[in-house]
T-cell receptor, first 117, second 113 residues
Framework: AQKITQTQPGMFVQEKEAVTLDCTYD???????LFWYKQPSSGEMIFLIY??????QNATEGRYSLNFQKARKSANLVISASQLGDSAMYFC??????????????FGTGTRLTIIP | DADVTQTPRNRITKTGKRIMLECSQT?????MYWYRQDPGLGLRLIYY???????NKGEISDGYSVSRQAQAKFSLSLESAIPNQTALYFC????????????FGPGTRLLVL
């Protein structure tokens, strides 16, 4: 079974609109972390936002927020007021801790976001 | 200057050649990782190291080896490169805090002919 599922291979959004990128995850570990990364066409991986499994509030970082629904195992990224520079590939990732010292980061397959002027 | 650097940034090699990819970091992190990215598959973990004396296999370690020469340096070797190792390779680092956020280098594009 997929640990991280991103069901939207590609999205087109009008500039200045808000956009939600979907991510669902699967784990039996009670302690885990969820991350979103942005990969522009230049190729680098840029950290955007983090949500811990025990965090009570949804994470926010500037225009990015994470809609964390623990019971549904969902961690959607919301970008408010999208900009042309937001056009990129976006990856959801999860860090589990199945055994102490055996942490790993598992990535989804990504969503390609294109912002239309 | 970048916190995580990778050399080379691009490399073309032939089947059977030995090749080394190098990673250096100035973030002072103990933990370092090597991933590969293939189209449509996201990133997959090759090896990781939590300190100089610690090396662990990831999910796709076959055909690769690593060396942690110092806290700041972590190298990935392909002993005998094959075409299906053509990919984008990333080095990452993280601290041992609660978040353990991983910060990535710029990547190395490797083409094996």
């Amino acid at each position: 079974a997929q640990k991280i599922t991103q069901t939207q291979p590609g999205m087109f959004v009008q500039e200045k609109e808000a956009v939600t990128l979907d991510c669902t995850y699967d784990t039996s570990d009670p302690s885990y972390g969820l991350f979103w990364y942005k990969q522009p066409s230049s190729g680098e991986m840029i950290f955007l936002i983090y949500q811990g499994s025990y965090d009570q509030q949804n994470a926010t970082e500037g225009r990015y927020s994470l809609n964390f629904q623990k019971a549904r195992k969902s961690a959607n990224l919301v970008i408010s007021a999208s900009q042309l520079g937001d056009s990129a590939m976006y990856f959801c990732a999860m860090r589990e801790r199945p055994n102490f010292g055996n942490e790993k980061l598992t990535f989804g397959t990504g969503t390609r976001l294109t912002i239309i002027p | 200057d970048a916190d995580v650097t990778q050399t080379p940034r691009n490399r073309i090699t032939k089947t059977g050649k030995r090749i080394m990819l190098e990673c250096s970091q100035t973030k002072g992190h103990d933990r370092m990782y090597w991933y590969r990215q293939d189209p449509g598959l996201g990133l997959r973990l090759i090896y990781y190291s939590f300190d100089v004396k610690d090396i662990n296999k990831g999910e796709i370690s076959d055909g690769y080896s690593v060396s942690r020469q110092a806290q700041a340096k972590f190298s990935l070797s392909l002993e005998s490169a094959i075409p299906n190792q053509t990919a984008l390779y990333f080095c990452a680092t993280s601290d041992s805090g609660i978040r353990e956020t991983q910060y990535f280098g710029p990547g190395t594009r490797l083409l094996v002919l």
